[in-house]
């Protein structure tokens, strides 16, 4: 069992940024492919960016593409997604997810078995 920690939401202006991280209890963080995926109020949980285990192959939304940023410090079982130039309508509950896919360097956007609690993030306009 993987448990994963999210950190670094919060209330941010238009226009800022923020840093999320994913702290994850696993010695074989590695192996996992991770994503990051949010739900707005009302809405349905989205995809919003994925990272390889190798951390050589990123996936991105659409609506992120550009001002979002994901990477993975292997060493510390850690992944972020930097998030700049913040929109009004990126204002959810930022979720992380696992998924072991060690035997293939992908980013996938979706099968993910293990999730974190999530963490909210709200821009200002």
């Known amino acids: 069992q993987v448990q994963l920690v999210e950190s670094g939401g919060g209330l941010v202006q238009a226009g800022g940024s923020l840093r999320l991280s994913c702290a994850a209890s696993?010695?074989?963080?590695?192996?996992?492919?991770m994503g990051w995926f949010r739900q707005a109020p009302g809405k349905e949980r989205e995809f919003a960016a994925a990272?390889?285990?190798?951390?050589?192959?990123?996936c991105y939304a659409d609506s992120v593409k550009g001002r979002f940023t994901i990477s993975r410090d292997n060493a510390k079982n850690t992944v972020y997604l930097q998030m700049n130039s913040l929109k009004p309508e990126d204002t959810a509950v930022y979720y992380c997810?696992?998924?072991?896919?060690?035997?293939?360097?992908?980013?996938?956007?979706?099968?993910?078995?293990?999730w974190g609690q999530g963490t909210p993030v709200t821009v200002s306009s």
């Open positions: 997810a696992g998924r072991l896919n060690y035997y293939r360097d992908s980013a996938p956007i979706r099968g993910y078995d293990y």
């Open positions: 990272i390889s285990w190798s951390g050589g192959n990123t």
């Open positions: 696993t010695r074989t963080f590695s192996s996992y492919a």
